[in-house]
């Protein structure tokens, strides 16, 4: 993932791909048996959110130190030693994917759950919903912010994950600073930062975000997950809390309205997706009689 600047140097000495070069020299045989034998044992295990991932940051933990200590890294600066970490991490997890992620039907059904309240709430939710002043009001430009979250699903690796909640989080801070140059106010903090992310992530409506959000909690490496990585996550967690206890109060409304809307948006998507059935069920390749035979177009 190119992405990366929002952790700043940690990759820049070593890219993914040095990783994996240095990890078929011959005297890292140690290493890369290590490593699959730690996969290979975890595959086999029953899922389990806790123990898995004490497992992984366990491992993780214990092979970065041994990096330290070998030869393949004698002299190697403090930024080559973390992106070794990041590639040992990147590797690991890439391969385990499939075995940890919406692994767990506590995890799946929370996803189903939030991105069925988002996509009925982002029928009707408007930023005044929010209290976002108008000074902050920018939808055409959030737009960009969505599509970087929607990218999550994309990528394997947990850092990657992270990036693209860093880089839709960025994209929200330099658009608040510029309305607030731009009208003299103060510089925005947290009161201004939360509401406008969680209008994006309503509008972004990522499938399967408590699981993404899981995953990156359990398995990135908790010495990584700092400073304003840590933060912006917080952030994000926050704002999966409030969507899912979200009410009438939340968005500044009566009850009564509130559930009107509700009710609408469920009326709306169920004629959209009966549609959408309608329109997989007749729409056919055109065919055309050539010569006796058929040529579909």
Sequence with gaps: MENSDVFGSSTAPLTWHDFLERMRHPSAADF??????FIVSFLNNAPDAEKDSA????????????FRAHSLWAGSTEEEL????E?????VMTKLFTRVFASIPEDVKADEQLHEKMALIQQ????????IKPTYQNEASWLFAQKELQKINMYKAPRDKLVCILNCCKVINN??????????EDHPGADEFLPVLIYVTIKANPPQLHSNLSYIQR?????????ESAYFFTNMLSVESFITNIDAKALSMDDEEFEKNMESA???????????????????TPEVEEGGGKTQL
Excluded: C
């Design 32 to 37: 890369v048996k290590a490593i699959k034998s």
């Design 55 to 66: 497992a992984v940051q366990e491992f993780l933990g214990n092979m970065e130190t041994a």
């Design 82 to 85: 973390e992106s070794a970490g």
């Design 87 to 91: 590639g040992l991490e990147k590797y």
């Design 124 to 131: 009707f939710i408007k930023p005044e919903n929010l209290d």
């Design 175 to 184: 658009l608040l600073l510029n309305a607030s140059i731009a009208s003299n």
């Design 219 to 227: 398995f990135r490496r908790q010495t990584r997950l700092v400073a």
């Design 266 to 284: 469920k009326a709306l998507l169920v004629g959209l997706s009966e549609n959408s059935d309608y329109d997989e069920g007749t729409a056919q």
